[in-house]
């Protein structure tokens, strides 16, 4: 017996040895790739010496003889901290995931190849003009400088993610950098499932009932629309449900596109005397963040701000007189079209002169452990043909029929990054509008600050449309028949412009921002119909705003919809009746409406009320339109406050969604107000407990900074995952996104990744932040450093002053020519 224990004894004690000793070895193997930013490196492609300062919070400041030799140091700095990063978006711009992942990512790269974004990209680079070649040129020196430092040195193949899958990296090209910015134009294109969404409500109900639960946002109306079902009679009445996208897709279902916040105020309205700016672009989040923070030293002076590992630009920042910031436009840029096959012929659709085969090309898709695949790619005259499986297309195109996709962002002539390059050198508001004329896609609103005026632009090109158009680009069109197609792009002066306001202040929180006829209409979906409200009334409060007001503004968790739609929906509910016994639902329910009496309407993480808010809301969208939509019902994920405020006002009709059509009996809205509290209440007691008191908003709105690889790996997902409570909600000015999805409905997946707040009397007081660090390496301090101060709401120095970025330098790296 004692012989056998001490042989267990042995055996446990090599295990654990040659445990730790493999833990020892992954962590030696891993922490090779961490950057040494106390270095003198020799690299080929510079003209002279350039040194990389990294400040305390690991911000480089990059310093150089020319712009070219500046621009080269970026692309080290960006390979240097987000290699793995920059090599993934690449790969998705291509198509090229699944050689690495399998059919997981299959449908990803088969859409990207269908778009054609890489091609496009490549075909764009020779429309550059001599200032963007030679950035370009210079960036993917910088990243391939680093590439080739890491094979020469052994740095642990550039990142631990290559330990586990292929290290085999082609070398950066500029074609790499603007098939970004089409990547990034994907991301913040909302229009082709908001068609689609449109049409299949639009086959379900009638269209009084589509104008209630698709609302247009407040403003002039619109002329109606042909049912979907006249134009294409023979589409099926379907209510499936479209698949959720992986967490790798650069494209989501609504409402995860574009949603930022911008405002800006004048002199006359600023305290300091300066001009003030604000900006907070709103992107899905990740671990590491898409974020990059750096400041250049460029001839024209020095820029700093918010950049995008891949693309040699700060996208959002300041210079020393100058600041501009971005907002999505909502501008409607994308079609999507119904072409009629030729039933002789499918290679053919039917076009304004007849049948015409359409462009066709084969493109191979190298799937790991599985053989390649090759897929047929078909463009019409209006754009790529899609296939019914992405987007929900199937449900809404006719038997004999495939769908195509107009979309200024597969222009083969795209110039959008010269213009951002542009905005980097511009001095005055007048110099950043003349730069916004060369974007393309994705379409902005800047907001621009000097330091005497503001403005804000429209930029990106805005399809010009026949007025005879029968869907105005709401929902999918006969793509044969001539005035549905695009009659080229409107001028850029025909782009909203709104500049030196008289009342001195002007801001976007994706918003409505014209009220404009069709076709200069620039949109019937906005992204905003709620925020705005609330800004406006922190704006207008204040004679004088300060970087503090801003700052405020930027944070304010008060909820203008749950102020507006409390009211209505409990209007019946509130003190009604004697109190009921204790541990009842009757008593459960009164006790949730009395916190809610008392509440302000602040999302915030330490409160119970907003919880019961919104798993209420939820509840409530859910009964009301359950019973006409059936399973389509699960694809309206989020609270809709206009369709909810409709309703309980009776809207044209509107309170007809309070009665539930199978029931015999007539509910009422109070009715259902009832019903879906303790609905939520049920939820809540099942999930988070039954003391309504002891609830916290930020138990449920926790942030995910999920590493989209290997976040899911066992073992590894507490170490590069990224978890935070946090407040805010999905109309709060702190936008924080909720998940929509069971079983965590309101996790916080969407929101402000970049903040900055510029103030042009005093610029280096000026502040910024991002959501996690700089590093995308999970074994750096600079992972998740500025993760907690942005949770907290605070900022560190946005200075240009190269001595102050040098007193608490983490290090200084200087790059020789080899």
């Known amino acids: 017996m004692a012989t056998a224990f001490r042989w267990l004894l ?49 911000v ?39 050689e690495l992942f399998g059919r997981r990512t299959f449908r990803i790269d088969e859409l990207m190849r269908r778009l054609d974004i890489y091609n496009r990209a490549v075909r764009s680079v020779e429309v550059q003009d001599a200032a963007t070649t030679a950035a370009l040129e210079a960036y993917s020196a910088g990243i391939n400088a680093r590439l080739q430092q890491v094979n020469d040195e052994a740095l642990g193949r550039g990142a631990p993610e290559f330990w586990l899958f292929s290290p085999e990296i082609a070398p950066w090209q500029p074609a790499d950098s603007l098939a970004l910015v089409k990547l990034m134009a994907l991301r913040l294109s909302p229009h082709i499932a908001q068609e689609v969404r449109r049409a299949r409500t639009s086959l379900l109900l009638p269209p009084e009932r589509v104008a209630d639960i698709l609302p247009d ?43 930022s916040n911008a405002w800006a105020a004048d002199p006359s309205r600023s305290a300091s005397g300066g001009t003030l700016l604000a900006n907070d672009p709103h992107l899905g989040f990740s671990a590491p963040s898409i974020w990059y923070l750096a400041r250049l030293e ?93 987007f929900g297309l199937a449900s809404v195109t006719p038997p004999g029929h495939v769908a195509s996709l107009a979309w200024t962002a597969l222009s083969p002539a795209d110039t959008s990054l ?14 950043g509008l003349a730069a ?39 929902i999918p069109a006969p793509g044969w028949i001539e005035t549905n197609r695009w009659q080229g792009y409107f001028n850029y002066q025909a782009n909203p412009e709104f500049v030196a306001p008289a009342g001195g202040i002007l801001g976007n929180t994706n918003n409505k921002t014209v009220d404009r006829p069709f076709p200069l209409h620039v949109s019937y979906h906005w992204g905003d119909t709620q925020r705005v409200q609330r800004w406006r009334r922190l704006m207008q409060a204040r004679e004088v705003h300060t970087r503090e007001s801003f700052i405020e503004a930027q944070l304010d968790t008060v909820s203008y919809s749950a102020r507006a739609l409390l009211p209505l929906v409990a209007a019946d509910l509130w003190f009604t009746g004697e109190a009921a016994p204790a541990g009842t639902p009757e008593r459960l329910r009164q006790d949730a409406l009395q916190l809610l009496a008392d509440w302000n309407g602040e999302m915030s993480e330490h409160l119970p009320e907003p919880l019961i808010y919104a798993a209420w809301m939820r509840a409530l969208q859910e009964r009301l339109i359950r019973d006409e939509l059936g399973a389509f019902a699960r694809e309206f994920t989020h609270v809709e406050p206009v369709f909810i405020e409709r309703v ?33 209440l049920v939820w809540i007691s099942e999930t988070h407990g039954r003391a309504l008191e002891s609830l916290r908003w930020g138990d449920a709105h926790t942030v995910r900074h999920d590493h989209q690889v290997l976040g899911d790996v066992p073992g590894l997902g507490w170490i590069v995952n990224i978890r935070q409570s946090t407040s805010g909600g999905d109309q709060t000015l702190m936008r924080g996104l909720t998940s929509g999805r069971d079983p965590d409905p309101f996790l916080n997946v969407h929101g402000a990744g970049f903040r900055g707040v510029y103030d042009f009397a005093d610029p280096d007081s000026s502040v910024f932040v991002i959501a996690t660090g700089q590093s995308g390496h999970p074994l750096s301090r600079h992972y998740d450093d500025l993760g907690e101060l942005w949770r907290r709401g605070e900022y560190i120095p946005m200075s240009l002053d190269p001595e102050l970025a040098r007193a608490a330098a983490v290090g200084v790296t200087t790059l020789r020519p080899r």
């Open 217 to 259: 946002s407040p403003g002039a109306g619109i002329a109606a629309l042909p049912e979907y079902a006249d134009l294409f009679p023979d589409v099926p009445r379907d209510t499936r449900v479209a698949e959720v996208m992986d967490p790798l897709a650069p494209f989501a279902a609504l409402p995860f596109s574009g949603a």
């Open 436 to 474: 916004g004329a060369g974007y393309v896609a994705p379409s902005l609103n800047l907001t621009l600050a000097d330091g005497d005026t503001i403005a804000m632009k429209t930029v990106g090109a805005m399809p010009r449309r026949d007025a005879d158009h029968q869907t105005r680009g709401r």
């Open 418 to 431: 010269g213009a951002a390059l542009a905005l980097m050198r511009a001095q005055t508001v007048e110099e």
């Open 298 to 390: 460029l001839a024209s002076g020095g820029v700093i701000g918010g950049s995008i590992p891949g693309m040699p630009a700060l996208l959002v920042g300041r210079s020393e007189r100058f600041g501009w910031g971005l907002t999505s436009s909502y501008l409607d840029d994308q079609d999507l079209y119904i072409e009629e096959l030729d039933p002789d012929d499918d290679s053919r659709v039917r076009t304004p002169d007849g049948f015409r085969a359409m462009e066709t090309r084969n493109s191979i898709i190298r799937v790991k452990d599985e053989p390649p695949v090759t897929i047929t790619l078909q463009w019409t005259e209006n754009g790529p043909v899609l296939p019914g499986h992405h």
């Open 60 to 98: 480089p400041h990059i310093f150089g003889e020319s712009d070219a030799d500046v621009y080269f140091g970026l692309g080290f700095a960006h390979a240097q901290d987000r290699l793995w990063q920059i090599l993934m978006l690449r790969r998705t711009a291509q198509g090229r995931l699944s």
């Open 10 to 58: 042995r055996l446990f004690t090599l295990a654990a040895g040659l445990a730790i000793a493999a833990l020892l070895l992954a962590y030696f193997l891993a922490a090779r790739s961490l950057p040494d930013y106390d270095a003198t490196v020799e690299v080929a492609g510079l003209s002279a010496p350039v040194e990389i300062v990294r400040d305390h919070a690991n």
């Open 648 to 680: 309980f006002r009776d809207v044209d009709g509107a309170g007809a969604w309070c009665d539930v059509i199978q029931s015999a009996a007539e509910e009422s809205c109070t009715d259902v107000a009832r019903a879906a509290l303790d609905d939520a």
